[in-house]
Nanobody, 124 residues
Framework: QVQLVQSGGGLVQAGDSLRLSCAAS????????MAWFRQAPGKDRRFVAA????????HYSDSVKGRFTISRDNAENTVYLQMDSLKPEDTAIYYC?????????????????WGQGTQVTVSS
């Protein structure tokens, strides 16, 4: 069982930056992935970015590519999402997630563990 605790988020203006953190504990297998999803009101939870726990392979949705950066600190068991050039359409609840798989997955239903979620609001 992997437990995920998120921090960060808040209210910012368009063009600003924010960093989200996700601290993991428990039995984290090396051949696994950590990811960020987001859910806007009335919409499904959608893939944002993912990183392999070892190797550092990263994946991004087209909507955030070039603006968001996912990274990890294995010594601290923490994954980060650096969000730059934020837009109002980035407003959502952001969730970190863990999947016990050596391959990235893009659908939320495939993930094994979830953080508690954190609100990100970008005003225009």
């Amino acid at each position: 069982q992997v437990q995920l605790v998120q921090s960060g988020g808040g209210l910012v203006q368009a063009g600003d930056s924010l960093r989200l953190s996700c601290a993991a504990s428990g039995r984290i297998f090396s051949r696994s992935y950590m990811a960020w999803f987001r859910q806007a009101p009335g919409k499904d939870r959608r893939f944002v970015a993912a990183i392999s726990w070892t190797g550092g392979a990263t994946h991004y949705s087209d909507s955030v590519k070039g603006r968001f950066t996912i990274s990890r600190d294995n010594a601290e068991n923490t994954v980060y999402l650096q969000m730059d050039s934020l837009k109002p359409e980035d407003t959502a609840i952001y969730y970190c997630a863990w999947i016990n798989s050596p391959r990235v997955a893009y659908h939320f239903s495939l993930y094994n563990s979830w953080g508690q979620g954190t609100q990100v609001t970008v005003s225009s």
